[in-house]
């Protein structure tokens, strides 16, 4: 059974018991999502996993995120009133980026590559969005510049910034 069969039946049993505002807006829920990731699937297809535009152009995403819109991520319009303020961070060349709740590492790996003389520290509690962004570091060549930390972790291990 094909993804739009499942969608379809789904679609279609929940439409079958009633029709009440609730119900219709689930399923136009449903269907917006599935809309979604055909758009998702096919820029995946035609342009791969590079950022396509914006500050961080050029950086080797993953195909899917786990926050965010993963489609905005990969056109480069991520969070786009946010930009102008990124841009001002990479021309600055600060030495060193802290990202709180780094997920899989769309920020700190993203400026890592853009300020290539920059330290990236990423700190997020989720084990798995830790070996996401490790993993999103290597790939993109800037291991040695993302340390990823749980933030617990790290302010365990070094009492001096626990002020």
């Not at 399923?27 to 535009?53: A, D, F, H, P």
């Not at 489609?71 to 930009?83: D, N, R, S, T, V």
Request: charged residues 20%; hydrophobic residues 35%; positive net charge.
């Amino acid at each position: 059974m094909t993804l739009a069969d499942k969608i379809s039946s789904q679609a279609i049993s929940m439409l079958s018991n009633k029709t009440d505002n609730e119900t219709l807006n689930n399923t136009l829920r449903l269907l917006s999502k599935w809309r979604s990731v055909l758009i998702q699937n096919t820029l995946l297809e035609k342009e791969g996993t590079r950022v396509l535009q914006g500050p961080l152009k050029g950086l080797d995403f993953i195909e899917q995120s786990s926050e965010g819109c993963h489609i905005a991520k990969l056109l480069g319009c991520y969070e786009q009133p946010l930009q102008p303020y990124i841009n001002a961070a990479i021309e600055k060349g600060y030495s060193t980026v802290l990202n709180i709740g780094g997920a899989e590492g769309y920020y700190a790996v993203g400026l890592a590559r853009a300020m290539p003389d920059a330290k990236s520290l990423a700190f997020d509690t989720d084990p798995k969005a830790q070996v996401a962004c490790k993993e999103l570091a290597a790939k993109n060549g800037v291991s040695t510049r993302v340390e990823v930390e749980c933030t617990y972790k790290f302010y365990q291990n070094n009492p001096k910034r626990q002020s």
